[in-house]
């Protein structure tokens, strides 16, 4: 099963490193990790995504929470959340090709951010079924590049 783990940590050197190696020792793979300071300068917010079972994902959470550094730590997945996933592509364009991939862009609801001669890039912020859904559709088209940020989210609602 997929969870989407949100920590606030203190901001400062080593913290993704200790939780990186935390999950590890667990056996359990990072899907994606996403982590930047929040409204203050010294915590951070990390968006840990992980296929495991919830019993592993229970024993792993228990223990980062102990960390002296973890100020706080929920699944987001046991709860309504918000999450985006950010996107940049890069995709092969010809004479003939430029007005789909557009039309294409504009089903996303990506915005064009490049363009030259031989490609086009784009962006988009959205649920991650949704860019893996832009990711598909461009394939053919023959994608030269792409970028992915990994999921980010928040609990629904006034819970912080």
């Given at each position: 099963?997929?969870?989407?783990?949100?920590?606030?940590?203190?901001n400062k050197p080593g913290v993704l490193a200790v939780l990186a190696a935390t999950f590890q020792h667990h056996g359990i793979n990072i899907r994606s990790i996403s982590c930047a300071e929040t409204e203050r300068e010294d915590v951070s917010r990390m968006i840990i995504c992980v296929e495991a079972r919830a019993e592993d994902v229970r024993a792993i959470t228990a223990e980062i929470v102990a960390l002296e550094f973890v100020l706080r730590m929920e699944d987001l997945s046991a709860q309504e959340m918000i999450d985006r996933e950010l996107v940049m592509i890069k995709v092969r364009i010809t004479p003939g090709t430029v007005s789909q991939i557009l039309q294409i862009f504009e089903v996303f609801r990506a915005g064009v951010i490049d363009m030259g001669n031989e490609t086009i890039s784009a962006e988009l912020s959205a649920p991650s079924g949704k860019v893996a859904g832009l990711i598909r559709t461009l394939a053919p088209h023959g994608i030269v590049s792409l970028s992915r940020t990994g999921l980010i989210a928040l609990s629904r609602g006034d819970a912080r």
């Open positions: 099963m997929r969870h989407t783990i949100s920590v606030l940590v203190q």
